[in-house]
């Protein structure tokens, strides 16, 4: 009898590294159950549990470990490793090394054991995303989305809002759920982890966000993007795409003089989504699925 393919992915999220890494863990289920692969997701800390979607655990015993976090998962790699488990990691960087490693962008040496694969085409773009792919120029950019992120770790939505509220923009702030501060604004809307948030990124004109999924998830719609990076590694991420002209602009200095044309938008549009293909999530789910 051919063995039940299992796959456990282990994912973390919390005030310091956000919601992405739930985000896309829970994407990543999704496709592969569909793939006739049984999935077993787990939480890494309560937070991240918390976040999940309440489903039965497969009966399966995993033969591969997914493991999406960018701290604290040396000693569960090793334990997997001991149990003969094939090991899969996103975006990782730290010492124990996995099986297969997938980075988008390699902040440093990419180290795995059978394979490493590297690059922007390992994108995760959850299915709500890929419905509302658009790709079009609009007539206007008065409408702005303010998301920085699941923590807005720095604390700059409601500083950001403000700023770009007295320059007569229309401000709707997205606050996720680890945000410090979930305030309200007599001047603009505020909303708490709304569950319409691929919407709200198609509806807006532009964006204003940090360097993790809401980034890409804009690029791939296509939709200018203006990046204020929480960490270092953002920050490494956001230089790179702006090198590169697909960017309105990356830090708080650049925003308070900030001024766009229609010709550099257009070539964003284009570009961003061309660089952001949607199709991420079927080549991660090729190189689990060829693990069995």
Known sequence: MKEQSVVEIFCDGNPIIGFGHIRRSIALANFLTKQNISVKLSGLSEDATKYLPQSDYVTGKAKICIFDSMIGIDSRLAEAKKKGKITVTLDWFGDAIPDINIVVYAHS???????????????????????????????????????????????????????????????????GPFANNKSESDKYKVLINPWNLPDLIQSSDWIVTNGGGTLFESLYI???????????????????????????????????????????????????????????????????????
């Open 109 to 175: 040496e990419v180290r795995s054991i059978m394979k490493s694969y590297i690059g922007y085409e390992y994108i995760i773009i959850r299915e709500e995303i890929l419905k509302l792919h658009t790709n079009s120029i609009v007539e206007r950019y008065n409408n702005v989305l303010v998301c920085l992120g699941g923590g807005d770790l720095l604390n700059q939505g409601h500083l950001v809002s403000d700023l770009l509220n007295e320059r007569d923009f229309n401000i709707t702030l997205v606050q």
């Open 222 to 292: 296509g939709k200018a993007v203006f990046v204020l990076p929480q960490t270092e590694l953002e920050r490494t991420i956001a230089d790179d795409l702006f090198s590169k002209n697909l960017l309105l602009g990356v830090g708080m200095d650049r925003l308070y003089t900030l001024n766009f044309s229609t010709k550099s938008l257009k070539y964003m549009v284009e570009n961003g989504s061309a660089l952001i293909d949607g199709k991420g999530l079927e080549r991660i789910g090729n190189i689990i699925s060829n693990l069995f």
